[in-house]
């Protein structure tokens, strides 16, 4: 049981968007700007997508994006491409005592 | 360019130990935290454990607090997992990972991961 809840698998065509929801508490993902979001192909490390709920590594296509909502963060996909086909994960400080805590991931398929 | 590089996976009984290292190059070691995430089997992303840049703080999961002990050698470029007392259940690829500065979560860069698998 992961302590950041995802759905398991969504999907989408070329072209559309998708979002991809994860959440917490107020423990977690509710009382941090500390939200992160990875993106991890078969056989490879994860690999940085999204930092500080919103800002995006250099190098990271602008259709990827996150926000956040009370105890809810997301990632939108824009434009989706081939290429975006992987398993996300979601991740947030959780304080002093826990630290840091994933999701369980959510495998998206573009049809 | 910024690489990390596990090495010292393998398959070791239970309760016995293994210690892991990762070999940092094209960045300046000293001035990242370092974290340690590890990967079961089909599984998702877990964090096992995290060491300041000095090596004089460092953290660790429920899971594994009292059995892994994470260190580094900033002469060395090079981070370390140890992992006494292992259980079935720390089977996993472990990852090393450099922190973003001032950001607790945001892990910029990984290695290719090192499989540990305990089983008799």
């Known amino acids: 049981q992961s302590a950041l809840t995802q759905p398991r698998s969504v999907s989408g065509s070329p072209g559309q968007s998708v979002t991809i929801s994860c959440t917490g508490t107020s423990s977690d993902i509710g009382g941090t700007k500390y939200v992160s979001w990875y993106q991890q192909r078969p056989g490879k490390a994860p690999k940085l997508m999204i930092f500080?709920?919103?800002k995006r590594p250099s190098g990271v296509p602008d259709r990827f994006s996150g926000s956040k909502s009370g105890n809810t963060a997301s990632l939108t996909i824009s434009g989706l491409q081939a290429e975006d086909e992987a398993d996300y994960y979601c991740?947030?400080?959780?304080?002093?005592?826990?630290?840091?805590?994933f999701g369980g991931g959510t495998q998206l398929t573009v049809l | 360019e910024v690489q990390l590089v596990e090495s010292g996976g393998g398959l070791v009984q239970p309760g016995g130990s293994l210690r892991l290292s990762c070999a940092a190059s094209?960045?300046?070691?000293?001035?990242?935290?370092m974290h340690w995430v590890r990967q079961g089997p089909g599984k998702g992303l877990v964090w096992v454990s995290r060491v300041k840049t000095d090596g004089t703080s460092t953290n660790y999961a429920d899971s594994v607090e009292g059995r892994f002990t994470v260190s580094r050698d900033n002469a060395k470029n090079t981070l370390y997992l140890q992992m006494n007392s292992l259980r079935a259940e720390d089977t996993a690829v472990y990852y090393c990972a450099r922190g973003l500065f001032g950001d607790p979560v945001g892990f910029d860069s990984w290695g290719q991961g090192a499989l540990v698998t305990v089983s008799s």
């Open positions: 094209g960045f300046t070691f000293s001035n990242y935290w």
């Open positions: 991740c947030s400080y959780a304080g002093s005592s826990t630290f840091v805590v």
């Open positions: 500080d709920v919103y």
